[in-house]
């Protein structure tokens, strides 16, 4: 039978067979996992307590049962054996780094300490120039676009010398004086250096 033919769901009574085939798995071979988890503990100086380690290695026989296919060529035995080793030394890993982490780490941390910010400099915006502190009033108080700003001729540019017409000023004009004006109200915001 194809995956595609199979049902998605389980009907009740294949969850039955599936859950009596899972306890006739573990009833197989539950002697190995004390005699498995103490020798593991002897040999590999496991700093846990051997409660610990055997329960692991219960939790690996589950995992076993549950997982255990024949399709997958493994013999019963040799699946729930290494599934219970795998568990016990996946236990001893997760201990050992636990471990090693609360020794690396001080009986007591420091105090945090509290840095002062240096007093803030007073921001005025007459320290700028006035095409570019007109600029800024313009975009931020206003919510003017740059472009607005440069097709409106609100820079104040002078009359071209043969016409009585404005001279507009570009885009890329306004967003240069923009950021001069950052520019320069950003070094004005910078603490000194003693």
Request: with cysteine; aromatic share 4%; charged share 25%.
């Amino acid at each position: 039978m194809e995956n595609k033919d199979r049902p998605l769901l389980t009907s009740p009574k294949r969850q039955r067979a599936s859950v009596s085939h899972q306890e006739a798995f573990i009833g197989r071979h539950s002697q190995i996992v004390e005699p498995m988890a103490r020798k593991l503990a002897w040999q590999l100086h496991i700093q846990l307590e051997i409660e610990d380690v055997i329960q692991s290695g219960w939790l690996g026989l589950v995992r076993a049962a549950a997982t255990y296919s024949a399709a997958r060529g493994a013999t019963e035995r040799f699946w729930a054996w290494s599934t219970i080793r795998h568990e016990i030394l996946e236990r001893h890993r997760d201990a050992r780094i636990w471990s090693t982490c609360r020794q690396e780490l001080p009986e007591e941390l420091p105090a945090p300490t509290v840095v002062e910010a240096p007093e803030p400099t007073p921001l005025s915006l007459e320290s700028l120039p006035p095409i570019e502190r007109k600029l800024i009033r313009l975009i931020y108080e206003e919510g003017r676009s740059e472009r607005e700003i440069g097709r409106q001729h609100l820079l104040g540019s002078a009359p071209h010398p043969k016409s009585h017409r404005r001279i507009g000023v570009s885009c890329s004009r306004v967003r240069q004086i923009h950021a001069s004006a950052l520019g320069h109200l950003k070094e004005a915001m910078e603490p000194r250096a003693a």
